[in-house]
């Protein structure tokens, strides 16, 4: 059986729903968002900061800003993608939530169980827990990363005005 026929309908209107998401992006000059490469800068110690130069802590807070960029362009794709899952599920359990449960049922209650007795409901829940899961995982990343690009900019300043003393010094 072709790869296609093997995908399912939500599957595949997801990733029509993301081609057209990226595809606009492109439209708009986002389309090179990625990560980029700041391991020694998360993981570097204290030794390792004091040989960095001023250059080196600008050029490290440029790519952690690029870094919070890339991270928070992921949460807002899982987002968008929670997001059209969820409008999928209200229209398709929407004619048939008054089947389930007692009256004294919760509106929480109905809408659980006619996702839980429809496939198609059922597996877009699927994509709004692992996007919700993916975003409650990242969601404070990208300040985390803006604040580590502070830090080194104002390090790299301070780098800069002891390298000015020393030099007056010496004259």
Known sequence: MSEELKKSKVVTDLEKMDNFLDSYEKKIGLGNIGESDVGIYLNMNQDLLRKFSPD?????????????????????????????????????????LDQYGSRFATFETRKVLAIKNN?????????????????????????????????????????????????????
């Open 56 to 96: 080196d802590c600008a050029d490290g807070a440029y790519l952690l800003t690029q870094e919070a960029l890339y991270v928070q362009h992921e949460i807002n794709k899982y987002q968008a993608q929670a997001d059209w899952a969820k409008s999928r599920i209200d229209k398709e359990i929407s004619g048939q």
């Open 119 to 171: 496939s198609y409901a059922a597996e877009l829940q699927g994509i709004v827990d692992r996007a919700q899961r993916i975003i409650a995982r990242l969601s404070y990343l990208p300040n985390k990363l803006h604040d580590l690009a502070k830090v080194l900019l104002d390090y790299r300043h301070t780098k800069m005005r002891n390298e000015k003393n020393e030099v007056t010094r010496t004259t």
